[in-house]
């Protein structure tokens, strides 16, 4: 078969705005599909091995560990705020010490923990003979669940702050690269993945770690804003 000369070119041109669409794409999500991430690591060697001390330090130990003493306070506002959505619809955590979105966040990492264990309760209530075949209502479930589920939840919710722990550290590195070079962004990347006062807080459900992101992100935005003075970095900034 011979094709047309044009059908060609339009052929190679299609084939090369995907593949920096998909370039595009990785340096958007450095992780976005396998051959992505194999490109991402191989490029930034020193970076990837820099996010890999800091998500041991900050995963190693969450359990068992010893409890902060804000975490028990946290957990049942956040238990109460799972209660509550789930069988009135009330999203109001109902306190603002900490603010309202730690609380929220920390609910999103625990709600599938009590869903998952009230489905299976439900379904055993239902297929055993031990146990009455009307299933029993979320409210009866959920004050037993947290007592048999308390270290599980406990997890979660630490694993949640880890998690911003370790996003901080590539924060950090984007904001130095973008000021001052790839190399003190890497310095910098290293000496936040082993702070220790970060570390510790990286282990115990406080809006502490979290808050820490977020304010990087923020500086990160207007970093793009100062060089961009595009409406989005302002909005994003703010």
Known sequence: LKFDSSLKAGITIDKNLAIEKSIHLCSLFPFA??????????????????LILASFVRVAGLMPNIRHSDEG??????????????????????TFKYGTLFFYFQ?????????????????????SSSFISRGLSYSQFHEEAVRKL???LTF?????????????VYIVFLIGKKMFGE?????SALFISVAPLHVRDSHYITSDVPSVFFILLS????VYMIESHKLKWFILAG
């Open 183 to 187: 190399k003190v962004g890497l310095f």
């Open 33 to 50: 599909g396998t051959i992505g991430a194999v490109r991402w690591i191989r490029k930034n060697k020193f970076l990837f091995l820099v």
């Open 156 to 168: 979660a919710g630490r694993l949640e702050v880890a998690l911003f722990g370790i996003a901080s």
């Open 219 to 222: 500086f990160l935005f207007m």
């Open 150 to 152: 308390s270290d599980l």
């Open 73 to 94: 306070f946290v957990q049942l506002k956040v238990w109460d705020l799972i209660l509550n959505f789930l069988t009135k619809g009330d999203i109001n955590p109902h």
């Open 107 to 127: 609910a999103f990492f625990n709600l599938p923990v009590f869903l998952a264990s009230y489905l299976i309760d439900f379904t055993n209530t239902l297929f």
